[in-house]
């Protein structure tokens, strides 16, 4: 394969992606959001992390970057100016015309990099779920989310409760992009979720969980709970452990695109798909 001047498919030419898809098949689509991340982090927090994430991984492994959502599911934080957010349905749509435009094109796997955690969640599993059952059945989709594979990781280095505008979701940007992290408003604050909703709550999102019951909570509550708008004690970010966790959940990234390189999945050879 020619070398490309970019992993970003929207600084190519459709040639470059075409003579690209004529080798590979994999597609990696960063997810982010525009939301408020307290007095602390920039409101597209998420969306960087995503985009971080994907340009490290593609650059290690030859596989090309779709351009970056940078909305998400981010209603709950819409008392907060700068918030956008697109509604569930909407994001499930708009995942949909992405992936079916990039089907037509020749793409059969698509990872997804999602930087806006459990938020986004619901919306991305349900859009991949019933697209790989009703309209791309032959067409591989995996989601990837920090919650999920910065685990070994982030109870080492992690001093605090994480949550929303965490210390390492806060360490990660700070690492990556130093000039959007607001040193001096970093906080010891963090909310009480017991108080707030019950001891059932997920108040860690990278601690050792029991039993835990959703209680999903809209932009007036979130306002009068969390007047600044973060959730956690950010005072022991740094970016150390930016590095530690960015690096951690690159291999881990780069691990899995190895394989799915040499994935055929078990429908490669049925003709009628
Ligand atoms: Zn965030």
């Known amino acids: 394969m020619n070398k490309l001047k970019s992993v970003w498919i929207n600084e190519l030419s ?35 992390a995503a985009i971080a994430l994907a340009e490290d991984v593609a650059k290690k492994t030859g596989v090309l970057v779709a351009p970056p959502l940078w909305y998400g599911d981010s209603s709950h934080h819409l008392g907060f100016a700068g918030t956008m957010s697109l509604k569930t349905s909407t994001l499930i749509s708009v995942i949909e015309d992405i992936s079916e435009s990039l089907a037509r094109n020749g793409v059969k796997k698509i990872l997804i990099i999602n930087g806006h955690k459990s938020a986004n969640l619901p919306a991305l599993l349900s859009a991949v779920k019933n697209l790989h059952e009703f309209k791309l059945p032959q067409v591989f989709f995996a989601i990837a989310d920090p919650m999920k594979i910065a685990k070994g990781i982030a109870s080492k280095i992690k001093d605090n409760i994480e949550h929303h505008v965490g210390e390492l979701e806060v360490s990660h940007i700070w690492y990556k992009y130093p000039h959007l992290i607001k040193k001096d408003k970093l906080t010891k604050k963090g909310i009480d979720y017991e108080k707030i909703f019950s001891k059932y709550s997920q108040y860690d999102l990278f601690g050792k969980s029991g039993e835990v019951i959703d209680i999903p909570w809209n932009s007036y509550e979130q306002k009068a ?35 799915l390189k040499k994935y055929k999945g078990p429908i490669a050879n049925i003709k009628s798909l």
Do not use: C, Q, R
């Not at 960015?246 to 394989?259: G, P």
């Open 14 to 48: 459709w040639e470059d992606v075409n003579n690209y898809l004529k080798k590979e098949n994999i597609i990696i689509l960063p997810v982010g959001s525009t939301e408020e991340h307290g007095l602390t982090g920039p409101l597209g927090l998420d969306s960087y």
């Open 225 to 259: 709970f969390a007047p600044d708008g973060s959730f956690s004690n950010s005072s022991k970010a740094s970016p150390k452990k930016g590095k530690e966790y960015h690096d951690y959940m690159v291999n881990v990234l780069v691990d899995f695109i190895s394989w």
